[in-house]
């Protein structure tokens, strides 16, 4: 099942799998047959164009005697049901004395359900049945009867299974849900001893997001021998730099776990900008993108200062050398200002005082987020 699919212009999440579908479709099968039993020779109506793969299952599965037919109904454009239902191919069989049941993909205001009534109120069938496939409950209008549901839902857009946007999904053996809300996702920057980790952790808290830290995934992803993981140590035993190609499949599997939180802060990466041009084009798969660079700003000799006197607890060596420290400066501006101007031509670099004590930064901080 894939994870993010897009239709026209609009992104799909998964849903509901095809071995759940399957499973629903057995039990209304089981349902109706318990119903009827052995001797009934029903005549099944499917409703086209939504329900051909649900009728197609269904009868497939039917154990006993059976007929099929469809009626073609329209009442949706896009996203939205038009409320007017105007039938577009009748039936043309002799329906006199026979058990009818209709085979509905969905019922959601019951628009199209109060036309397949009017079509069959004054035909002398013997009884009428109704099944569907799904059902919305929070949006059904009508007192109208439904004989046998098999999944109920919310009150959300869907497609897949034969049902579709605009024509398209209909072939997707799986169902997905409309993927309506945005993430905020942002890129943390600041120096060496800038408190961008002591941030980041209260920005995920406040914001509800998910910190992804490249440290922590190859870390994770080394620990736990993935392959990504074996792949990584290779580079890093030999001194070479992990490739990019690895970083960003490495950071993909970890953002596929989280695909529906209310957004990430990347800690760490990108660090190049080509790894910048990586991570938009993957977002972008996912209806997604980077809201803003936000990058804590403090002089030097400040953070030569902070980091010499952390230096003196950490047990870090490169926190006790002020020329590796000047360095790692060196370093840090080299590849911030790359990326300052990469995300200052698409309007999304914020640069924040990074002095003050942990509360006036994050206050600063939340003001600049609070606005993407």
Not at 157 to 181: A, E, M, P, T, W
Not at 237 to 256: F, N, R
Request: net charge negative; aromatic share 10%.
């Amino acid at each position: 099942m894939k994870q993010i699919i897009k239709l026209h212009d609009k992104f799909f999440k998964p849903y509901i799998g095809a071995d759940k579908l399957k499973q629903a479709v057995k039990r209304l099968v089981d349902e109706v047959y318990n119903d009827l039993g052995e001797d009934e020779e029903p005549i099944f109506i499917g409703i086209l164009n939504g329900s051909f793969m649900f009728a197609a299952d269904f009868v497939r599965e039917y154990p006993a005697n059976c007929e099929v037919s469809f009626v073609k109904l329209a009442s949706y454009e896009g996203l939205n049901s038009k409320g007017k239902v105007n039938e577009l191919v009748g039936l043309s069989e002799d329906l006199t004395g026979k058990t009818v049941v209709i085979l509905e993909d969905i019922i959601d205001t019951g628009n199209t359900l109060a036309k397949i009534y009017d079509i069959f109120e004054h035909l002398p069938v013997k009884q009428l049945k109704l099944v569907t496939l799904f059902f919305k409950p929070d949006v059904f209008k009508k007192s109208l009867h439904i004989d046998y549901i098999g999944i109920s839902i919310p009150d959300k857009f869907i497609v897949g299974y034969g049902l579709d946007y605009d024509g398209f999904g209909r072939n997707l053996k799986d169902i997905y849900q409309l993927k309506d809300s945005k993430m905020k996702n942002i890129v943390l920057f600041g120096p060496p001893g800038a408190g961008k980790g002591t941030q980041a952790s209260l920005l995920k808290d406040y914001y509800n997001l998910i910190h992804i830290s490249t440290g922590e995934i190859f870390r994770c992803n080394i620990r736990e021998k993935t392959e990504l993981g074996i792949l990584a140590k290779s580079y890093m035993d030999k001194g070479d730099l992990v490739p990019d190609k690895v970083t960003i499949e490495m950071l993909e599997k970890q953002v596929d776990k989280d695909l529906d939180v209310a957004g990430f802060i990347f800690d760490g990466f990108p660090r190049t900008k080509s790894q910048a041009e990586a991570l938009d084009v993957f977002l972008a798969k996912k209806g997604e993108q980077i809201d803003g660079m936000v990058a804590l700003e403090v002089e030097e000799d400040e953070l030569v200062k902070r980091l010499l006197e952390r230096g003196k607890t950490s047990g870090r060596p490169d926190d006790q050398n002020e020329t590796k420290i000047r360095n790692r400066f060196n370093e840090y501006k080299t590849k911030t200002e790359i990326l300052k101007e990469y995300y200052d031509k698409q309007g999304k670099y914020y640069g924040v005082v990074g002095l003050g004590n942990i509360d006036e930064i994050t206050r600063r901080l939340k003001k600049v987020i609070d606005q993407l």
